[in-house]
T-cell receptor, first 114, second 114 residues
Framework: AQSVAQPEDQVNVAEGNPLTVKCTYS??????LFWYVQYPNRGLQFLLK??????LVKGSYGFEAEFNKSQTSFHLKKPSALVSDSALYFC????????????FGSGTRLSIRP | DGGITQSPKYLFRKEGQNVTLSCEQN?????MYWYRQDPGQGLRLIYY???????QKGDIAEGYSVSREKKESFPLTVTSAQKNPTAFYLC?????????????FGPGTRLTVT
C-alpha cells in the first residue's frame, strides 16, 4: 500500500537560512509525489509535483524538492527562508489503487523566526 | 483557493441535526473530493467522485453522504450519525489526466456541533 511519512512535526528556522522539510514515501510502481502548503484557516495550496524527469523539481514561492529514489525521499527545500513561509506543509503521494486519489502525510509545521 | 468555493466559512449546528456543506468548482475538473482535517492531524478522505452520478467512499465515510448531480457541485451532508462532526472540512477537485494528478482545494468550512 502507498504511504507517505513526515518525520518532523515541527521545523524551526531563522529567516534567511536554508530550510528543509522531510518526506519519505513507500509506493509500488512509479511514485507521483506532491507538496502542499496550508496557511491558518485556509485550504491547501499546491506547491510542486514530481512525476518523472529531473530529480530536482522547482515550484511556487521559491520552493524546490529533491526526489531521491534510492532513499525513497522527496524533501522540500528553500535556499533562504522568509517569515511568510511559516505554515503547515503536507507531502502527498498518489494512491496506486485509484489514479485520482492522493494520500497525505501528517504535516510539518514550519516556523521561521525573524 | 482558485475556482473552488465552499460555503459557509463557519457553520454552527446543534447535535442531532443534519447539515449540508456546499462545494462548487468552475475549473471544469472531473474529479472532486471531501476531506476532514482535525487539529494536529493530516487530511482524511471522506468521499470522492470521478464522474457525475458516481462517487466512492473514502477512509472515513461513516456518518456522511454526498451527491454528484452536476459536474460543478459536490455537496457533503454531515448526518446525525456522525459521532464527532466538529472539524475543518475541505473540498478539492482535480483533472483526470495522467500528468496532472494534483488536487486544488477550496478555502474550507469549519463546522462546530454542540
Amino acid at each position: 500500500a502507498q504511504s507517505v511519512a513526515q518525520p518532523e512535526d515541527q521545523v524551526n528556522v531563522a529567516e534567511g537560512n536554508p530550510l528543509t522539510v522531510k518526506c519519505t514515501y513507500s509506493v509500488s510502481g512509479n511514485p507521483y509525489l506532491f507538496w502542499y502548503v496550508q496557511y491558518p484557516n485556509r485550504g491547501l495550496q499546491f506547491l510542486l509535483k514530481y512525476i518523472t524527469g529531473d530529480n530536482l523539481v522547482k515550484g511556487s514561492y521559491g520552493f524546490e524538492a529533491e526526489f531521491n529514489k534510492s532513499q525513497t525521499s522527496f524533501h522540500l527545500k528553500k535556499p533562504s527562508a522568509l517569515v511568510s513561509d511559516s505554515a503547515l506543509y503536507f507531502c502527498a503521494v498518489r494512491d496506486g489503487s485509484s489514479a485520482s486519489k492522493i494520500i497525505f502525510g501528517s504535516g510539518t509545521r514550519l516556523s521561521i523566526r525573524p | 483557493d482558485g475556482g473552488i468555493t465552499q460555503s459557509p466559512k463557519y457553520l454552527f449546528r446543534k447535535e442531532g441535526q443534519n447539515v449540508t456543506l456546499s462545494c462548487e468548482q468552475n475549473l471544469n475538473h472531473d474529479a472532486m473530493y471531501w476531506y476532514r482535517q482535525d487539529p494536529g492531524q493530516g487530511l482524511r478522505l471522506i468521499y470522492y467522485s470521478q464522474i457525475v452520478n458516481d462517487f466512492q467512499k473514502g477512509d472515513i465515510a461513516e456518518g456522511y453522504s454526498v451527491s454528484r448531480e452536476k459536474k460543478e457541485s459536490f455537496p457533503l451532508t454531515v448526518t446525525s450519525a456522525q459521532k464527532n462532526p466538529t472539524a475543518f472540512y475541505l473540498c478539492a477537485s482535480s483533472i483526470a489526466d495522467r500528468n496532472s494528478y494534483e488536487q486544488y482545494f477550496g478555502p474550507g468550512t469549519r463546522l462546530t456541533v454542540t
